[in-house]
């Protein structure tokens, strides 16, 4: 069997690779490094944009629990990411560039996938196509796409600035973890009440960069918002969100931080760090002036500012099968966030489906593990407007006993649902 996959970002990959180990003979399509998107700078497959966690590893998480799911195929992504992990408390986190040269080198190495290193500007009118061409796609492929799916939907997603260790103001920063989960893999930039709120009113009145449509009628999705958008819904919202100080004592003071900012490894030599949780939009001059108030980091030296781009989405459940294949015209498939599904390992997940199905293997995932119950809300599960959905417990059915606890209750969920993948 012959396939053709468009895309080498995350979805295409471990589609190109998911089919290759089933036999399939592959011809994985990539512009880069002939042409880069506006995001994208390395000239690897599988490149990271937005920031280098894959989120939690913990069975107790939903994130945790998706990347068992997929374990137990065989994954190109999540085997890269633990060979080119940095400390990063409970998640699974990667050396962006490492990880990136890790996955192709796999890819690379699969005789039965040939890489084309070429833009692809018409979607194949014959044999079995994979789409995977990420949410960032334009020009004449875009139009391909709004022209077999009869258009398509859009959200706005933002990315984190990144900045070098040897800047951070350490004697008022601190490392540790959260609730000291793993070793003190994040460097803690804590402020006290002054400071969080003369940090807070200059946030919310900075100036952000241009974009095409009134910020106010933007879509965004709520993992990725803007720190700026999400301030202004109150004064205490970031405390509660990317600046909460829960599970952190200030070893100079003693006591919990009124606010507190983390600073996530971005490289294997602990050189750079990318603020955790500070998607934005504000124009580079207004992040330097902003972001140096946080005490730690009055001295920063950016090496990447936070940037924001459009990420475009299909209307799922009208358009695809639980398998990402297009309803009515079978030898299509989709993958990646471009189906809805959000977030680096669901949109690898999409990929690994696909590529299975694609190569005769379908498997048809019960609602109560997470790879079934996102594919099931893609297809048609969702109610209302469709958005974007990430891996959750709550998208799981729930189970016949009730569980206050929510630690145990989401354990079970976990191990019931890999007793189902064991089976499979």
Known sequence: MNITVIGGGLAGCEAAYAAALRGANVTLYEMKPNKFSPAHSLPFLCELVCSNSLKADRLDSASGLLKREMRHF?????????????????????????????????????????????????????????????????????????????????????????????????????????????????????????????????????????????????????????????????????????????????????????????????????????IVGFQTNLKFSEQKRVFSMIPALKNAEFVRYGVMHRNLFLDSPSLLNDDFSMKGNERIYFAGQMTGVEGYIESAMSGMIAGMSAAGKRYDFPRETIMGALTKYISGDSTGTFQPMNANFGILPPLPERIRDKKERYTKLAERSLEIIEKL
């Open 74 to 274: 065989s994954s190109v992504v999540l085997d890269s990411a633990e060979e080119t992990s940095v400390p990063a408390g409970g998640a699974l986190a990667v050396d962006r560039e490492l990880f990136a040269k890790a996955v192709t080198d796999k890819i690379n190495s699969m005789e039965n996938i040939r890489v084309i290193n070429e833009e692809v500007t018409e979607i194949p009118k014959d044999g079995t196509v994979i789409i995977a061409c990420g949410p960032l796609v334009d020009g004449a492929m875009a139009e391909e796409i709004k022209k077999l799916t009869g258009g398509y939907l859009s959200f706005f997603d933002a990315a984190a600035p990144i900045l070098t260790y040897d800047s951070i103001d350490m004697t008022s920063a601190f490392k540790a973890s959260r609730y000291d989960r793993g070793d003190d893999d994040y460097i803690n930039c804590p402020m006290n009440e002054e400071e969080y709120n003369a940090f807070y009113d200059n946030l919310v009145s900075a100036e952000r960069a241009p974009i095409h449509e009134s910020i106010d009628k933007l879509h965004f999705f709520e993992g990725c918002m803007p720190v700026e958008v999400m301030a202004k819904r109150g004064r205490d919202t970031i405390r509660f969100g990317p600046l909460k100080p829960v599970g952190l004592t200030d070893p100079h003071t003693g006591r919990r931080p009124y606010a507190n900012v983390q600073l996530r490894c971005d490289n294997k030599d602990k050189t750079l760090y990318n």
